[in-house]
């Protein structure tokens, strides 16, 4: 929480346009806000609203297929991509329109991606960690208006370099929480605030143009890139919680209107 004496209007917001960027032990302490908007946690909101009961984000293939092996038959979704696509022997890849209601009640979702997963796991180091998208930016800006603690905004990136798409989402935190308080930015955040103005107000088409969206469409999934931009579809907010390390649904309410209008 925050130092005796320390209001609100001095709150800290730090955005990492990418994990390898945030120093060790720099989340502790606070909030992160973890975000790969193309596709791990548009697809995380997805799966725990459809009825997943948990996500267990893995680094690697073999983790997540030796913890799968060990779950009940029938209880348990072995999930994720490389290079975009569906793993060889996995049940689902990372689209969201694969979770539904029909195949996700009461199930645990194990996930692994090329870039998401490692960045959840990168803010464990965080006091809270919470998993966010465009599809429920709504619920978690009112969760981030109500914790004073410094917050990080955590991107996961592409490949190892900043993505257009979590830099947009990002900005658009920082648009809102700054119209609340006044926050001591870093340089990043205010580069996402700078490219969510200049390209936040055409949403579903901004997401075609990063790398991101260009390697989605070549692979057929048009309708992935489209979907995750659309914004307060969902008014939940997965948060990670520990021993085991797992995703569950943290908060949920009634959205208000968040999103920034000019």
Known sequence: MVAAGQSLAERILHVHLLPDLVAPGRL????????????????????????????RPLASVEEARQLADGM????????????????????????PSEFTPENCK????????TNGTRALLRAAEAERVLVAAFVNFSAVCEQLLADPRPLHILCAGSDGEPSLEDALLA????????????????DSARLAWDCFENQGLVLPSALT?????????QLGFDSDVAGA??????????????????????????????????
């Not at 009461?106 to 991606?113: I, R, S």
């Not at 900005?171 to 001591?184: I, T």
């Not at 143009?209 to 260009?214: A, D, P, R």
Request: charged share 25%; hydrophobic share 40%.
């Open 28 to 55: 502790k302490g606070g909030i992160a806000v973890v975000a790969d908007v193309l596709r791990a946690t548009t697809t995380i909101v997805h799966a725990l609203a459809a009825g997943c009961s948990s996500v």
């Open 72 to 95: 009940p038959a029938g209880k348990v979704i072995l999930a994720g991509e490389r290079g975009g696509l569906k793993i060889d022997g996995f049940d689902r890849g990372n689209s």
């Open 106 to 113: 009461d199930c645990t979702l194990v996930l692994t991606t």
């Open 171 to 186: 900005g658009a935190f920082v648009e809102r929480l700054c119209d609340h308080f006044e926050l001591q930015l870093n």
């Open 209 to 217: 143009l990063g790398k991101g969206g260009q390697s989605l469409l």
């Open 229 to 262: 931009a659309e914004v307060d579809e969902f008014t939940i907010v997965p948060e990670l919680k520990r021993d085991p390390l797992r995703i569950e649904i943290g908060s949920a309410g009634v959205v208000r209107d968040h999103w920034p209008r000019r």
